[in-house]
């Protein structure tokens, strides 16, 4: 309830400036305004029927569902090299992108997430399909961040940069997890508090 409640009242109050995001990205850069993609949610699977399910089918981790940002790439940024780690100054990147990943203003349309069920405010970043199967292989924990809904912000996005290696993935695992263990309404709303100077300073972002 809190989750929803808040989604639509920042909704309703960032709706000018997201409007004026999407005029921009229009106008600057070819290709659709909102860039949606699969993405690995919530686990809600017992251990057992999740080893039942693997016999049957192929284990995606969890509940797949469709993101919401606004494009920040050129429409071919993937097209040669595929998914890649994210780089400063990434020349994929448009001139406007780097402004919104710098504020994190590109994760704004998640609040759509939100409204739909599929995600948190608060909660660990939800990953698209192919990149988790590769993570789990590597960080054995990884699998255990899907028990928490995922979210637009944070413990991890407050405290790390972007994903640049295979250790700044293990890092966030932990933070998430500790997320997990502390979880509570009090713990959402200190997270919020914390991510307004992470945006405003633009820490961590590219």
Known sequence: FVNLVLALVALLVMLPIM??????VRLTSRGPVLYTQERVGLDRRER???L???RRQRDLGGQP??????????VDAEHHSGAV?????DPRVTPI????RQYRLDELPQLLN?????????????????????????IAEYPLRQRAKPGITGLAQINHHYDRSLEDVRTKVHYDLEYIRRQSVAEDFRIMLKTVPVVLLRRGGW
């Open 19 to 24: 409007f004026f995001i999407a005029l921009l």
């Open 48 to 50: 057992a029927a999740n």
């Open 52 to 54: 039942h399910n693997h």
């Open 65 to 74: 569902f469709t993101i919401y940002k606004f494009r920040t790439m050129r």
């Open 85 to 89: 780690w994210a780089q400063q100054r």
């Open 97 to 100: 992108g780097r402004l919104l």
């Open 114 to 138: 939100v409204l739909k069920g599929e995600m948190n405010i608060v909660g660990p970043r939800p990953e698209r399909p192919t990149i988790f199967a590769e993570l789990r292989e590597h």
